[in-house]
Nanobody
Framework: QVQLVESGGGLVQAGGSLRLSCAASRSIFSANAMGWYRQAPGKLRELVAVMASGGNTNYADSVKGRFTISRDNAKNTVYLQMNSLKPEDTAVYYC?????????WGQGTQVTVSS
């Protein structure tokens, strides 16, 4: 079992920045993949960014060049740096970690971008 706790969400004006953190209750060194997803009201949950165990990253087209996913194994934490935020980035953001065949999710953190 792994517990994930997200933090760093909030209200920001368009063009601003936020950094989300996802702290895991145990080591993430052996994680197959780590990612951030988001879900806006009335929409399906969508992938925002993912980092594979080897360090390769992939981003949704809508956030490329603006968001950066990173990890700190020593702190068992995954980050999502979000720059140049837009109102359409408003959503609940969820952290996901895959360990073996199991997926673990955080409780989500709200990000609201005002125009």
């Amino acid at each position: 079992q792994v517990q994930l706790v997200e933090s760093g969400g909030g209200l920001v004006q368009a063009g601003g920045s936020l950094r989300l953190s996802c702290a895991a209750s145990r080591s993430i060194f052996s994680a197959n993949a780590m990612g951030w997803y988001r879900q806006a009201p009335g929409k399906l949950r969508e992938l925002v960014a993912v980092m594979a165990s080897g360090g390769n990253t992939n981003y949704a087209d809508s956030v490329k060049g603006r968001f950066t996913i990173s990890r700190d194994n020593a702190k068992n934490t995954v980050y999502l740096q979000m720059n140049s935020l837009k109102p359409e980035d408003t959503a609940v953001y969820y952290c996901n970690i895959r360990l073996g065949i199991y997926d673990y999710w955080g409780q989500g953190t709200q990000v609201t971008v005002s125009s």
